[in-house]
């Protein structure tokens, strides 16, 4: 597989491909579901929750705390991890005025 030419697309459309790819994997969707849910720091042990392997749930967390769409603390010998309210909310305005912008033709207007 080649290299993505990001070059060629704008800062904008590179920043909503890489807050599209969060969402990209059932996985990192069903934490962030758990997560927002909870609506708290959540030290469970998320393979019992979510009956992932803890390998795939680390690499899916570091995905997410990567983007910074959730946050971690450490709490003695386990990690507390929280949705980030703010980086949540860009990516809510940043999703819904795409949607907005972009609206679809609707009715027979369409092909």
């Given at each position: 597989?080649g290299?993505?030419?990001?070059?060629l697309f704008t800062?904008?459309q590179?920043?909503f491909?890489?807050m599209?790819?969060?969402f990209?994997h059932p996985a990192?969707v069903?934490?962030?579901?758990y997560?927002?849910?909870?609506?708290?720091?959540i030290n469970s042990?998320?393979?019992?929750?979510?009956?992932l392997?803890?390998?795939?749930?680390?690499?899916?967390?570091?995905?997410?705390?990567?983007?910074?769409?959730i946050?971690?603390?450490?709490?003695?010998?386990?990690?507390?991890?929280?949705?980030?309210?703010?980086?949540w909310?860009?990516?809510k305005?940043?999703f819904?005025s795409?949607?907005?912008q972009?609206?679809c033709?609707?009715?027979?207007?369409?092909?």
């Amino acid at each position: 597989m080649g290299l993505t030419r990001t070059d060629l697309f704008t800062e904008e459309q590179n920043e909503f491909a890489k807050m599209g790819k969060i969402f990209s994997h059932p996985a990192r969707v069903a934490i962030l579901e758990y997560l927002l849910k909870a609506n708290a720091c959540i030290n469970s042990d998320l393979v019992q929750e979510l009956g992932l392997a803890q390998a795939t749930i680390s690499q899916h967390l570091k995905e997410l705390k990567s983007m910074g769409i959730i946050q971690g603390t450490i709490e003695g010998a386990s990690m507390s991890y929280c949705i980030n309210p703010e980086t949540w909310q860009t990516f809510k305005e940043t999703f819904n005025s795409f949607f907005d912008q972009h609206a679809c033709c609707s009715g027979d207007s369409c092909c």
